[in-house]
């Protein structure tokens, strides 16, 4: 797995395959193949996020911002608020 971490809190923002392409560019994030673009993530960019690749260890109820990652350790944030409350 890949994930987008940003940089300022830690926050895993998106997760990925690791066979996704991932392009950090300057100005926004690119993701899908170059040829097929999916999607551009505009509010982050290659100086206020980081791609960490080769993931191994991804929480299996991962979702967008419940959790930190510094590389090496995953962390519940403890400001999260399930969204889908059951």
């Known amino acids: ?3 987008i ?3 300022a809190t830690n926050l895993s923002k998106y ?11 300057s ?11 999916e999607f551009y993530i505009g509010d982050l960019n290659s100086s206020n996020a980081t791609l960490h690749e080769n993931v191994t ?11 930190t990652f510094d590389g090496t350790t995953w ?5 999260w608020v399930d969204p889908n409350p059951e």
């Open 1 to 3: 797995m890949k994930t």
């Open 75 to 79: 962390t519940q944030d403890s400001n």
């Open 57 to 67: 260890n991804a929480p299996a109820d991962w979702t967008g911002n419940k959790y």
């Open 27 to 37: 100005d926004m994030i690119a993701v899908g193949d170059p040829a097929n673009l």
């Open 15 to 25: 997760l990925f395959d690791d066979s996704k392409p991932v392009s950090m560019g």
């Open 5 to 7: 971490v940003e940089n």
